[in-house]
Nanobody
Framework: QVQLVESGGGLVQAGGSLKLSCAAS????????MGWFRQAPGKEREFVAA????????YYADSVKGRFTISRDNAKDTVYLQMKGLKPEDTAAYYC?????????????????WGQGTQVTVSS
């Protein structure tokens, strides 16, 4: 089992920045690819960003590319999502995901572990 706890969400004005953190516990964190997803009210969950177990590979949704940066610190069992240039359409609950399969982390399907989510609200 892997437990994931997100933090760092909040209310920010458009153009502002936030940094989300996802702390993992349980099985060896460095074995897992990690991802961030988000879900706005009335909308389906969507992929945001992913990072490989080593941190050597990253992948972003087109909607956040150039504005968001995913990173990880395996010594701290934590993955981060630095968000800059936030827009009202970024408003959503953000979820951390962990899986051994890179494809699952990107697609969201079959992800083994999810966090409970942290709310990000961007005001215009």
């Amino acid at each position: 089992q892997v437990q994931l706890v997100e933090s760092g969400g909040g209310l920010v004005q458009a153009g502002g920045s936030l940094k989300l953190s996802c702390a993992a516990s349980g099985r060896t964190f460095s074995f897992y690819a990690m991802g961030w997803f988000r879900q706005a009210p009335g909308k389906e969950r969507e992929f945001v960003a992913a990072i490989s177990w080593s941190g050597g590979s990253t992948y972003y949704a087109d909607s956040v590319k150039g504005r968001f940066t995913i990173s990880r610190d395996n010594a701290k069992d934590t993955v981060y999502l630095q968000m800059k240039g936030l827009k009202p359409e970024d408003t959503a609950a953000y979820y951390c995901a962990a899986d051994r399969e890179w494809s699952d982390v990107i697609s969201g399907g079959g992800v083994n572990y999810w966090g409970q989510g942290t709310q990000v609200t961007v005001s215009s």
